[in-house]
């Protein structure tokens, strides 16, 4: 009990039976839940069903569907995106809607049995486990390397923005929020999130090796970014050509800068938890939230860091974590450049007429 306590753990009072009828969100522990088996198990156990090598390249990605079609409706909603010339189209109107659809519900208590409340870190890995049923595949499943690939994954983007929405709605915090503050803070984070959970899934499957340069890019698929060979289909391969100067230096310095360190570090699923709510709580800088969300976000930033202090402590059995947290914020600098990156990559594009 005294240990509960000391991660953060507490008891409340409530009538068991009000509660059940009262929460409709499921309540299976993170321990047990589905994607349990790729977060507990050891890569390397994980990647060695996996070729060391790129498999076989695929021609392109013909369609897209995730490996979990129980997402909420808010998801593939968009009309198929199409390429004409050198401009794609795309509506991003709905997915937008969707995504404040989502960010707009009212907020859900998990709790386990016997009234235990979780705390907020372990609310949010929780939701990071339930997160990765819809974006990872079923385990066993073969990750394909592909160099070419058309619109129809734009697919996997609405559906991974949609449930990373669902994912911090699981926080009882967040979702407290006003909505414009909820949406204002969530637009910042996903683009960032999503560079750091996408490395961090693909040591799940692929392994940690350094040798290894595939990044997943969807559910199974994946890309090697070190062959510098992408083909969009329909898409002018000559606009392509051009692309090349801008592109290749951005993927360098991402492997070397974020792939490399998070796999040479083996970072565990809470620490990926505990960099979300690092990388959501961040708002200094924000414009447009109101000051009741600034000052909760020192409080959850207190107290994220007290529960990594614990989980360090008491789990991972590291006395002195300081060499190991530097690192650990490093990764989100390395995000956060690499999001840069593509914006000054787009516009550069844009510049000089490689696409409309």
């Not at 450049?337 to 594009?349: C, E, I, L, P, Y």
Request: hydrophobic share 35%; net charge negative.
């Amino acid at each position: 009990m005294q240990k509960c306590k000391e991660v953060g753990m507490r008891l409340v009072e409530e009538d068991l039976q009000d509660e059940v009828g009262s929460h409709t969100t499921s309540t299976t522990s993170p321990i047990t839940s589905p994607t349990a088996e790729h977060s507990s198990t050891d890569t390397s156990s994980l990647a060695s069903s996996n070729p060391s090598g790129s498999p076989e390249k695929q021609p392109h990605i013909h369609y897209y569907t995730s490996a979990n079609d129980s997402l909420s409706q808010t998801a593939l909603i968009n009309p198929a995106p199409r390429i004409e010339g050198k401009r794609l189209i795309y509506d991003c109107n709905p997915l937008i809607q969707a995504i404040k659809t989502i960010l707009d519900q009212p907020a859900k208590s998990l709790y386990l049995t016997h009234g235990i409340h979780l705390s907020f870190m372990q609310q949010l890995q929780y939701a990071f486990t339930q997160f990765h049923t819809v974006v990872l595949p079923p385990p066993g499943t073969p990750v394909e390397t592909i160099t070419e690939f058309d619109t129809e994954l734009m697919k996997f983007n609405e559906t991974y923005i949609s449930s990373l929405a669902d994912m911090v709605m699981k926080c009882e915090h967040f979702a407290q929020l006003p909505l414009n503050d909820k949406y204002i803070m969530f637009k910042r984070f996903w683009p960032l999130f999503q560079g750091i959970e996408r490395t961090f899934a693909t040591s799940l499957l692929c392994g940690t090796s350094a040798n290894d340069t595939r990044l997943l890019i969807a559910d199974r698929f994946a890309i090697d970014i070190a062959s510098k060979q992408f083909h969009v289909r329909g898409f002018p391969q000559e606009s392509l050509d051009k692309l090349k100067p801008y592109m290749d230096p951005m993927l360098e310095k991402s492997s070397k800068f974020l792939m490399q360190p998070l796999k040479a570090m083996r970072v565990t699923a809470f620490e990926i938890a505990y960099l979300s709510a690092y990388i959501l709580w961040t708002v200094h800088g924000i414009t447009g939230l109101s000051e009741t969300t600034v000052n909760m976000a020192e409080d959850i930033f207190e107290q994220c860091a007290s529960e990594l202090h614990n989980y360090y402590v008491y789990e991972m059995r590291l006395p002195n974590y300081a060499p190991r947290l530097a690192k650990l914020t490093k990764i989100v600098s390395a995000a956060e450049h690499t999001v840069h990156a593509k914006k000054d990559f787009s516009t550069m594009a844009k510049v000089f007429d490689i696409f409309d």
